[in-house]
């Protein structure tokens, strides 16, 4: 299975895949959060990093069998302007 991770965060859709017992072949991420990618990067090995999701080339990836994705929430949160 590929999966491609929009706004990937520190990919809890990769560990919700794993805790599934989901057969990943490829798993994406999108994701522009220095720190974010970090701790992914640190905890899961196999997520490859495709960078933002305005500059996806979808000719270069395998089909997708599995798209997830969160829409970021700066601007609702405490940390935001929460408009």
Known sequence: ???LSLFGGI??????C??????????YSSEI????IKVVKDNHSKVKHIG?????????????????????CQSFSFSGKRN
């Open 1 to 3: 299975m590929n999966v």
């Open 11 to 16: 990919e809890v859709g990769y560990v919700a």
């Open 18 to 27: 794993k805790e599934l017992e989901l057969d990943i072949e490829n798993y």
């Open 33 to 36: 959060c220095p720190n974010a």
């Open 52 to 72: 933002s999701v305005t500059e996806i080339n979808m000719s270069k990836l395998p089909k997708i069998d599995l798209l997830v994705g969160g829409s970021p």
